[in-house]
C-alpha cells in the first residue's frame, strides 16, 4: 500500500539517510528524535545504539570500498543475501531493546521500516549482487544541505 507520511517526519526520515551515508551524528541524532526514536535527553548509551542501527541498515548503499569485504562478490558487488542485513541488524535491536532508554519508534518510521525489511527480504531472496550507492548517490546530490550562497569577496563568503 501506498501511504503518504507527513512532511515533518518526511523530512527528518531523508534527514537521517543522509546524516548516517554522510557521518553527520548531530544531524542524524536530532533526527531520530524527530523521528520520535530516541527522547530528547537519551543517554550516550541509547544514542550509540540507535546511531548504530541506522548505520548497520544503510551499509548497503555505502561506496564499495566502506562496504565489508565478505559480503563483497570479486567485481566488488555487494551480495545481498550473504549479508543477511536484516538477521544482524535484528539481532542488534534485540539487544537494543533492553535499555531503558529504548523508546518505541512513532507509527510512520515503523511503517517505513517494514516497507525498507520488505524490500531487502526481497533482494536478498533474489540473490541479487549490486551497490546501493549508485542508488542512493542522486538523492543524497539532491537531498544534502548545500553550503550557504552568498556574495564572495577575498575568498570569504558574506
Keep these: 500500500s501506498v501511504m503518504a ?11 537521517t539517510i543522509v546524516a548516517g551515508l554522510q557521518g553527520d551524528d548531530a544531524l ?10 530516541l527522547p530528547p535527553d537519551a543517554e550516550g ?23 565489508p569485504a565478505e559480503y563483497l562478490n570479486r ?4 551480495c545481498w543475501g550473504r549479508s543477511e542485513l536484516i538477521n544482524r541488524t535484528g539481532r542488534h535491536v534485540a539487544r537494543s531493546m533492553t535499555s531503558r ?4 519508534p512513532s507509527g510512520d518510521f515503523a511503517m517505513v521500516a517494514r516497507k ?3 524490500v531487502f527480504t526481497f533482494i536478498s531472496v533474489l540473490e541479487a549482487e ?16 548545500k553550503p550557504p550562497k552568498g556574495k564572495h569577496k577575498g575568498g570569504r563568503v558574506e
Design 28 to 37: 542524524l541524532l536530532d533526527a531520530l528524535v524527530r523521528l520520535g526514536c
Design 5 to 15: 507520511l507527513d512532511d515533518a517526519v518526511r523530512s527528518a526520515l531523508c534527514e
Design 75 to 78: 567485481r566488488g558487488e555487494y
Design 101 to 104: 532508554q529504548f523508546a518505541i
Design 130 to 145: 549490486f551497490n546501493g550507492e549508485e542508488i542512493a548517490a542522486p538523492f543524497l546530490a539532491a537531498y544534502a544541505p
Design 45 to 67: 548509551h541509547a544514542q550509540e545504539t540507535f546511531k548504530t542501527f541506522v548505520i548497520n541498515l544503510l551499509e548497503p548503499l555505502r561506496a564499495a570500498e566502506q562496504l
Design 116 to 118: 525498507l525489511t520488505g
